[in-house]
């Protein structure tokens, strides 16, 4: 038993299993991956949870909040990078967690980021909604309050649970069906419309620095850090930092904490890696790229939004067009609000896309069943089955459930899935330091454990209860495997023998002969 929890999957026995008919198609170049990972970075961090995070946590100390997560995203991105261009196969961190710590810890790593994918695809729903009838509203057309927002919500300073009045976020519901169709159709024609949204959205961000800077008043700049530079807890009890009524941590880290969900996206494009053309080169450059201009395009819209208006006077569910409409720009109002619903379209598209490829590797691997999972679309070539439970699930949570809890969900189970990935580099440069590594991280192990520490340190800044919900999904998530992903795993089927026949051990590590599949035949 103990050998098949920790049994490592070697990498020759991956790309055997994405050949032939459960290939996807390799149309992505490095542009098109930069421009997935910049379609899934800017959307909800920008237009949304600038507000949460300024009015609740940090005040104008959100610019420093920034840096912070975006440092905690650099080492993870490297680590990412190198995994990336060693293992050019669906499947993200679940992928490289299987070949370097084993088939247990996979399992884990890929149910987290089924959370990850899921809850963040229903923020971005969630905050979709928001700027989309904020649009309307413009125009003096207004949805009936029983369908405009999620039914309940989280006082912060009371630290209470409310109503809102509403039934459920029917706008929500309907831009994931979009989205789900859009996605059916196939990676290029998603690909191609996210590029489209993507070049709106950096447009309107470069706007709202242009003009906005024109309005900044230094003043609503002090104090700096209302609530302090820290914010850390220890599971419910801070230990550093202020905190809320309801006994959350405050401060410049328990901002980064909660800001951190902007930055989910650069990690998707590693999931993409079986449909670049040339992975080994254009998956690093579009995880980084994305990752640095985005970063850059964060602060700055953190200073401009702080600036314009007192931290405690910013809207937290549009808070970007609520700023020019405070200083008398109502006319900006309409151009913002079209470009957060383009901005946060294409972020919806990106992760509702790179779910679906996550639990096609699980399928594969036979942890989950591969009729569903693993079926892809004759004409398309899409993994569409899995697609539309996705849309089915992310429907559900963003009409139900408010956005405070959504961003807090989805953040602490991304840092686990990038404290994995920069503890499986160390590992890896430990047992296979002579692999083929077509990019490498830079200063091991320096790097990977930077990461580690940044992201733990960020997990202790969150509220108690992300931890509990983080637990409660994990015993669910090991109940699957044990009850049904082990006894079905294909690595189980397979011998020692035959596992040693492909490189490795039944608790050996990574086979060094991590050469890609061929382009040749690939259409």
């Known amino acids: 038993m103990a050998n098949q929890l920790f049994v490592k999957k070697p990498l020759s026995l991956l790309l055997e299993e994405m050949a032939g008919e459960h290939r996807l198609r390799r149309v992505l170049g490095p542009i098109q991956l930069s421009s997935l990972g910049i379609g899934a970075i800017i959307g909800t961090g920008i237009f949304v949870l600038t507000g949460v995070a300024a009015h609740d946590r940090t005040g104008p100390a959100l610019m420093l909040s920034f840096v912070i997560a975006g440092i905690a995203c650099i080492f993870a991105a490297l680590c990412y990078a190198e995994f990336a261009s060693m293992a050019p196969v669906a499947g993200s961190a679940y992928t490289y967690a299987y070949a370097t710590l084993g088939e247990l810890f996979a399992w884990i ?44 919500d989280f006082n912060p300073e009371t630290g209470r649970f409310f109503g809102t009045g509403s039934i459920l976020d029917l706008p929500a519901v309907i831009i994931t069906i979009i989205v789900c169709v859009i996605l059916i159709k196939g990676i290029k024609e998603s690909a191609s419309f996210n590029a489209g949204m993507v070049m709106l959205k950096v447009l309107i961000v470069l706007f709202v620095l242009a003009v906005g800077a024109f309005y900044v008043n230094p003043a609503n700049w002090h104090p700096f850090a209302p609530y302090g530079y820290t914010g850390i807890s220890f599971f419910g009890k801070t230990i550093a930092g202020q905190k809320g009524a309801g006994g959350e941590p405050l401060g410049a880290l328990a901002g ?73 720009l109502r006319w900006a109002q309409l151009l913002i609000s079209l470009g957060a619903v383009a901005g946060m379209t ?56 408010p956005l405070r809890m959504l961003a807090e969900l989805v953040n602490i189970g991304t840092l686990l899935a990038f404290v994995i990935v920069c503890a499986a580099v160390l590992i890896m440069r430990r047992t296979n330091p002579d692999a083929v590594r077509p990019f490498r991280a830079p200063f091991v192990p320096l790097v990977p454990i930077l990461g580690m520490c940044t992201c733990l340190l960020l997990m202790f800044s969150l509220p108690v209860g992300n931890w509990y919900r983080l ?32 490189g490795v051990s039944p608790a050996g590590s990574l086979a060094t002969d991590i050469s890609g599949p061929e382009e040749a035949g690939d259409k």
């Open 109 to 152: 790593i890929g149910w987290d980021l089924v959370l990850e994918y899921c809850v963040g695809s229903s923020t971005v729903a969630h905050g979709w909604s928001h700027y989309f009838q904020d649009f309307i509203g413009i125009f003096g057309l207004h949805l009936p309050r029983a369908i405009s927002n999620a039914p309940f």
């Open 256 to 328: 980064a904490a909660i800001i951190f969900f902007a930055y989910i996206g650069f990690d998707s494009v590693s999931t993409h890696a079986e449909e670049a053309r040339r992975p080994q080169r254009d998956v690093p450059i579009g995880i980084i790229s994305s990752l640095i201009i985005c970063t850059i395009l964060y602060i700055a819209v953190a200073a401009v939004l702080t600036g314009m208006v007192p931290y405690n006077k910013i809207d937290i569910n549009a808070p970007v067009s609520n700023a020019f409409q405070l200083v008398g």
């Open 346 to 401: 294409s972020v919806l598209l990106v992760m509702m896309l790179s779910q679906p490829r996550v639990l096609l590797a699980m399928a594969r691997d036979g942890l989950i069943p591969k009729s569903f999972f693993g079926a892809i679309h004759e004409k398309y070539r899409t993994p569409w089955k899995s697609t539309i439970l996705t849309a089915c699930f992310v429907a559900i949570f963003a009409a139900f459930v």
């Open 471 to 502: 637990f409660g999904w994990l015993a669910i998530g090991l109940c699957i495997y044990f009850f049904y992903g082990k006894k079905r795993s294909v690595m189980s089927k397979y011998t020692a023998h035959e596992i040693m026949k492909h």
